[in-house]
């Protein structure tokens, strides 16, 4: 349990960030994401840059303004979407030189650009540019990424220091440091040590849940966490299921972002209590029970699931809204009791209690 | 200015029905519309029984309870639908043969069945099944489906009056009946007068807005309005724009609906007091201004238009919703506007200073 303060709010800790990728949680409002208890948000530094432009959101006075969201955000570099969307990117020691995934258009970023986007995206919480690898990735190459994502934090801090009096906006950004390696326990150990000696606000894991068996990504999880220090935040990027938040958090990470809630929502199913839904099935086209009779959502108190199975087989948009819904909300407050069994240092008889739950399954109905 | 008493509450006239076709209104909730200020929503027959089916719908215990919106609903059968979207048609005086443009399953109604199909679905509102012309269409062939039309208007009746003291439903269902006769203005005053000798609770137009040019509708539309009684509401079917509803209410008409706020809401253009703005357009990126100053729905106090630019631009459901939004508010906001300067006997004033504005345009921004 922890409390990071930021310059729009102060976040508890474990705490899970929705994805806003283009400045909006797919499908769902601002007020929806408030009204589910939504803390942070998520916002991708490349995407904007691309689509509207820093022009644009510096006009709206920056991207709290602009998407109408006056919490705390995170905005990520863009490092993972660079290697894995953009065209031919040419990764240099001084930079990224890639070709929009859009349009075409080339572009080459520097660590230090990063910093200035996100300055101007006035982000609570930023990421500098690191150098993600593919799973499964040799030693050598995931060396090279890990060394260069180190020089690269060196530089984005020395010039995150030297900005921050300049900031124009609402106030002090955190900057944290992103540990590389691959699957790599002496990767992982060099590069998260030598990002402690560089001291940043927190420290993230970057480049998980990128195809490797879960064991071994639990594995690292709880290699790389043991090593961070425990009173800074330990954030776990791009993860997860609720059964990998729960091993995450168990292996004392603090926060984590997934599209999982949104994406799954949009093709239909649901997370529940009762395990995984999928409302598209035709086995629930008579079931007016809701998605999840403990979940207290907008979706869960007025509809049905035969409703959201109409919903979602007749391809409207309010079923991929009301499922995405539930599922933000259902994340949300699966870290709201998180927060609270930690407190009363009850978190493996809930633990227990969760799985016994969760694994029955709610598609086999 | 009028109140039409239905088992699911009052609507007061001239109204604006928002179109929910699949039992939805397209990427807008009920709660969103409640919140708008809609009285009253329309679904169709045709579309719900082919899915989720009559099953579905009765297992809801109606269509109110099944979508959860608990205010008056009036259903169309779907002699439109099934004219237009169906597959290997064959109308014969007995019903229509059909085969589903969802799965090809082959179908047989007969007007009796859409009155069983709308007792299930609990609709307040009821409206017969009827044979829809194309635009051109002879003479002969449109006085063939008038008959048609009056023919199946008169069973219906009989077979709703029976079926009245059968309903296990909310209460008491109303009937309308619906004038065809294309663009002819002998066949439109037969058909009228046969119906007003049937004695339905309300009128319908049928037919209109089909391709005919603007002159002629709005002529065919005084034509009808004329001879229909002034003491039941006379509703126009599947219309329309801003300025067509103005053109309408003038000759007379109390209730519309249309998909056009829903669906131009989904393609990026918005309805506002200075005219259509399609905010897809380049010209809008760096404009922080609302879509329409004048509004006070969720969107126009919330976002701006680069912003909704931004979402429509990167194919985000949440501009979908915005633009839906504002669009089925500012046409319910004019029929709240029209209702009190009808009441105040401003009606001509009004539509001056309207036009006056709205024919500016936003586009040219």
């Excluded at 890639?98 to 609570?124: A, K, M, V």
């Excluded at 940043?200 to 790389?224: D, M, Q, W």
Aim: hydrophobic share 35%.
């Amino acid at each position: 349990m922890g409390e990071l303060s930021t310059a729009h709010g102060v976040i508890q800790t474990p705490c899970f960030m929705p994805v806003g990728t283009q400045g909006t949680v797919k499908t769902l409002s601002p007020l929806e994401l408030e009204q589910s208890g939504a803390q942070v948000l998520l916002s991708n530094a490349y995407h904007l840059f691309l689509r509207p432009g820093m022009d644009v959101i510096k006009q709206a006075g920056g991207l709290h303004n602009f998407m109408h969201w006056q919490k705390p955000i995170l905005t990520d570099s863009g490092g993972y979407q660079i290697f894995s969307l953009a065209l031919l990117r040419k990764i240099r020691d001084e930079g990224v030189e890639f070709q929009s995934h859009i349009d075409g258009t080339r572009h080459f970023l520097r660590p230090e650009d990063l910093i200035d986007i996100q300055r101007d995206l006035d982000s609570d919480i930023v990421m500098p540019l690191d150098e993600c690898v593919h799973y499964p990735c040799a030693h050598d190459h995931a060396e090279q990424a890990m060394e260069r994502t180190l020089e690269w934090a060196q530089r984005s801090k020395e010039y995150f220091a030297r900005n921050q009096s300049h900031i124009a906006g609402s106030g002090q950004q955190i900057l944290f440091g992103i540990v590389q390696g691959a699957t790599y326990e002496d990767l992982r150990e060099t590069c998260a040590k030598q990002l402690i000696e560089m001291d940043f606000t927190g420290y993230a894991l970057g480049g998980i849940s990128v195809g490797e068996p879960r064991t071994l990504r639990y594995n690292i999880v709880k290699f790389v966490t043991e090593i961070l220090p425990q009173n800074k935040p330990r954030y776990l990027m791009g993860v997860g299921l609720p059964e990998d938040i729960i091993q995450a958090v168990e292996s004392g990470v603090d926060m984590l972002d997934c599209v999982v809630p949104t994406r799954y929502g949009r093709n239909g199913t649901a997370f529940t209590s009762a395990g995984k839904l999928t409302v598209r099935n035709s086995g629930f086209s008579q079931d007016f029970t809701p998605l999840d009779k403990e979940c207290r959502c907008y979706t869960c108190t007025s509809f049905s699931r035969a409703y959201l199975r109409h919903l979602c087989n007749t391809g409207e948009i309010l079923g991929l809204r009301l499922v995405s819904l539930h599922n933000v909300h259902f994340f949300l407050e699966l870290m709201r009791q998180i927060q609270r069994v930690i407190k009363d240092d009850k978190f493996l008889e809930f633990k227990k209690e969760f799985f016994g739950k969760y694994n029955n399954g709610a598609d086999s109905r």
